[in-house]
């Protein structure tokens, strides 16, 4: 994976935990970012594990993207289900 994939994916990762933190009901002030995270984690293990495995879809600076997409989107999911049941609502006030 080239520099310009990698800094795709963490862009992809920035803009996704901020819509998270945005949406729908926050639990934690750190949604977002564990979510971010999990999106950036995801994809580059998919891009590059499953994309190893299967040579489908579009192939950019070394990283096959739909594998990264699928991976992170999965795993950001996962993630943000799993802080929005883990932890209690936060006062606001």
Not at 15 to 34: D, E, K, M, W
Not at 41 to 67: E, H, K, R, T
Request: proline share 2%; glycine share 18%.
């Amino acid at each position: 994976m080239g520099g310009l994939a990698l800094t795709l994916v963490v862009v992809v990762g920035i803009v996704l935990g901020v819509a998270v933190q945005l949406t729908g009901v926050t639990r934690s002030g750190y949604n977002g970012v564990i979510t971010g995270i999990a999106v950036v984690g995801g994809a580059i293990v998919a891009g590059q594990w499953l994309g190893s495995l299967s040579i489908w879809g579009l192939w950019f600076d070394g990283m096959y993207l739909l594998p990264a997409l699928v991976g992170g989107v999965v795993l950001a999911a996962i993630a943000d289900l799993a802080v929005r049941f883990a932890f209690s609502p936060t006062a606001t006030a």
